[in-house]
């Protein structure tokens, strides 16, 4: 079983900072890389996928690779108290399934 | 373009009972899967329909667990004999044909909280 490593936090940031999360990944051939966002009691919903080398930005949200390093991180910039949940890391293994993180736990102070 | 959504939301039954949930993909996605979470976990995968096809199972789902994607559009998971350790959230997901844009990223339905008494 392929592995994704998360920090289960809680990653605690005040209310316009940066909150940063990380995961690291055991298969070198992964190619597709996600981070899911989960509130307390509901499914994961996507906030975004990154496949290549480097930086992908969507609005505040910025997802790094290093593929070399086996690494995928999740940047939040200007963080609010609405973005206090879990955040999961999956990576798509060959095939279809993903395989997800335990997740880190975000909290925004306001 | 209306999501997925499960059926029933939350279920609870009695240790012994059989259950069984149903999910419906985003139209025109022609993948569909399976997940399971427990508190505190991410989601673990259980299976994969391309189209009415099942193409992969997880060593995860016994032999009480079974899938059916009869014509390639809704899914059931039927859970036979429940037990208590299958208490979990129940995770249904789609995505479309690889190839397409963002044929790789899958959307999940609100899922189907189960306890087994």
């Known amino acids: 079983q392929k592995e994704v490593e998360q920090n289960s936090g809680p990653l605690s940031v005040p209310e316009g900072a940066i909150a940063s999360l990380n995961c690291t990944y055991s298969?070198?051939?992964?190619?597709?890389f996600f981070w899911y966002r989960q509130y307390s009691g509901k499914s994961p919903e996507l906030i975004m996928f990154?496949?290549?080398?480097g930086d992908k930005e969507d609005g505040r949200f910025t997802a790094q690779l290093n593929k070399a390093s086996q690494y995928v991180s999740l940047l939040i910039r200007d963080s609010q108290p609405s973005d206090s949940a879990t955040y999961l890391c999956?990576?798509?293994?060959?095939?279809?399934?993903?395989?997800f993180g335990a997740g880190t736990i975000l909290r925004v102070k306001s | 373009d209306t999501g997925v959504s499960q059926d029933p939301r939350h279920k609870i039954t009695k240790r012994g009972q059989n259950v069984t949930f149903r999910c419906d993909p985003i139209?025109?996605?022609?993948?569909l899967y399976w997940y399971r979470q427990t508190l505190g976990q991410g989601p673990e995968f259980l299976t994969y329909?391309?189209?009415?096809?099942?193409?992969?199972k997880s060593r995860l789902l016994s032999d009480r667990f079974s899938a059916e994607r009869p014509k390639g559009s809704f899914s059931t998971l039927e859970i036979q004999r429940t037990e208590q350790g299958d208490s979990a959230m129940y995770l249904c997901?789609?995505?479309?044909?690889?190839?397409?844009?963002?044929?790789?990223?899958?959307?999940f339905g609100p899922g189907t909280r189960l306890t087994v008494l």
């Open positions: 139209s025109e996605h022609n993948r």
């Open positions: 329909f391309q189209n009415e096809a099942q193409l992969e």
């Open positions: 999956a990576v798509k293994e060959y095939g279809n399934k993903l395989v």
């Open positions: 990154i496949y290549s080398n």
């Open positions: 298969d070198r051939g992964s190619q597709s």
């Open positions: 997901a789609s995505s479309s044909r690889p190839g397409t844009p963002n044929g790789d990223t899958q959307y």
